[in-house]
Every structure is written in structure tokens, then in C-alpha cells.
């Protein structure tokens, strides 16, 4: 498990931007876990079987895809998420929210 310095230098963001990204993905799984969780019908243990029983995959994808951190976290500047420095599109969004939701805060 990478501490969120590794987590940082490795998607060339700051370590503040790190532990916001963790606090926003924190914030919008506190408010879709329980309509996702409604969506199985075996419940939460179905939910995270589809992932592999990887909760960082699962929160990274469910709280990253279409933007909902942006929608749940509106106070937020999070364009970094998405968008590069040059403009173009991160590709590595959600490996990027996979380290931060696994990094220790060393």
C-alpha cells in the first residue's frame, strides 16, 4: 500500500490534492452507497463480488465515473481529476482513485 506522497508523485498531483480527492470520494460514497447497495438483490455482498471484493475499486469507480464527485462535492475544484494540466483528458482516473482510497496517510 503506497502512503499518499508515493500516491502524489506517482499521478504528478500534489499531496493535498491527494488527501481532497480522498475527501471528496469519502463524501460521494457516503451518499450513493446505499442506492448502489439497493441495486443488488444479494445486497452488499453481491456489490462487492462484482469487484472483486476490492473496496477501492468499487468506491473509485462508483464515486469517480460521470463526474459524481464533482456533482456531490460542488464546493470542491476537482477539474484536476479529469483534466490534465495541458488540458487534456486524465486517462488514469480511476487508478488514480483506487491509490488514493488504499494510501496511508504517512
Known amino acids: 500500500m503506497a ?4 500516491v502524489a508523485e506517482k499521478f504528478n498531483i500534489t ?11 469519502s463524501r460521494t460514497w457516503s451518499a450513493v452507497y446505499y442506492d448502489l447497495v ?5 445486497g452488499e455482498r453481491e456489490m462487492y463480488k462484482l ?11 462508483n464515486t469517480l465515473d460521470a463526474d459524481r464527485v464533482t456533482t456531490f ?5 476537482l477539474d484536476w481529476v479529469y483534466k490534465l494540466e495541458d488540458g487534456s483528458r486524465r486517462k488514469d482516473v ?3 482513485g483506487e491509490a488514493t482510497w488504499e494510501a496511508r496517510n504517512v
Not at 499531496?15 to 470520494?25: D, G, T, W
Not at 439497493?38 to 444479494?42: I, K, L, N, T, V
Not at 462535492?73 to 475544484?77: K, L, R, S, T, V
Open 73 to 77: 462535492c460542488p464546493d470542491m475544484e
Open 51 to 61: 469487484y472483486g471484493n476490492k473496496e477501492s475499486a468499487l468506491v473509485a469507480e
Open 94 to 96: 480511476i487508478a488514480l
Open 38 to 42: 439497493d441495486c443488488f438483490e444479494g
Open 3 to 6: 502512503t499518499i506522497t508515493e
Open 15 to 25: 499531496q493535498a490534492q491527494v488527501k481532497e480527492l480522498r475527501s471528496a470520494m
